[in-house]
């Protein structure tokens, strides 16, 4: 099988899963409109188009005739889909990943072109049921929609056995409870809420730690925040995290939560805390209640609320004994419903069906 996708070179998400049939043994072509941020296999025909998106176009439709791929797989419905739409392919499958499907309503001219492609694609797949209803009022048939999650690599993903002390000690951790949060510092996952409920948390308890991971527009207004608030000796901005890094850092962790306003399906975030058996303390938005059974496998807090959240973060710095019972819970949903290969091999199954 021979797969065309078109998606950033700079997502994990959409690297995971094109290196994931490229090493099943399928010919892969990669066409990014951004420059990579990860090192690209040998058994992927990767290129970068970056002088515009006419240029592209051009480019592409050239290409697509000369390598003549089965299949077309348009990642995320922006600059992609002008691109899939007139690649000149015949068979093309689309993944919705949600801000492209939602923000896209607001502009008569996007709206036209993602509904033009939505379309044109012999089936779609996205990682919500709330996204499949989105999708159904383009006048997409509920038969062309398929829930195909991005998946948690579980065996990468795991607890360790021991934390990674020297890893935590390079973000001002050394022997005290580790709170994590990696999401990016831009308004809709509302970091501020975390900083102000780590002020109430460490106003009772001192010995935490809060490990921000991650960049963003936000990132100095958030720094001021945690400095007025006096507790910058407490939080720790790292920046990026090398992904080689993340399961050691996650997994050495105490506590995992995120403040996102929205969210469609669970993050894989959240989902590679819950993997790595470290209790989630997420904020219940979009469909975050399908994924967490509040105080069973992970807790809900009222986005937003930084005091509920302060109150649930000292619950489970106070007990250990229910640090574990929820993370053990929050890896088993995670590999029953969210392990990357078994999601991976329903794709697979799909691309098949088109063949």
Known sequence: ?????????????????INYFADQGHKVIWISLVPATFNISNNIEYYEFTNGILYSI???????????PDIVHIHYLGYYALLGLFSGARCIVSTVWGSDIIFKKKSFFKKQIVSRILKKSKFITCDAYFMRDELKKFGISEKKIHIINFGIDT???????????????KFNVSGQIAIISLRNFEPVYDIKTIINAAKIVLNEISSVRFILVGKGSLENELKKLVKDLEIDN?????????????????????????????????????????????????????ENDK???NENNGFLFETQNHEQLAKILINLIKNQSLRE????EGRRSIVDKNDYKNEMNKMNDLYLKLL
């Not at 051009?58 to 003549?68: D, E």
């Not at 939560?257 to 989902?271: F, K, N, P, Y």
């Not at 019972?325 to 053990?328: A, D, H, S, V």
């Open 325 to 328: 019972k929820i993370g053990k």
């Open 58 to 68: 051009y480019k592409l439709r050239k290409l697509i005739t000369k390598l003549n």
């Open 291 to 293: 994924w967490i059974n």
């Open 1 to 17: 099988m021979k797969i065309c996708f078109l998606a950033a070179s700079n997502s994990i998400h959409s690297y995971k899963w």
């Open 155 to 169: 065996k990468k993903f795991f607890k360790k056995e021991k934390r990674d002390t020297e890893l935590l000690e």
């Open 234 to 286: 407490f939080v720790n901005f790292t920046g990026f995290i090398d992904n080689q890094l993340l399961p050691s850092l996650i997994g050495s962790s105490d506590i995992y939560v995120s403040t996102s306003l929205s969210d469609a399906g669970i993050a894989a975030s959240t989902a590679e805390a819950m993997s790595c058996e470290v209790p989630v303390v997420i904020s219940d938005s979009a």
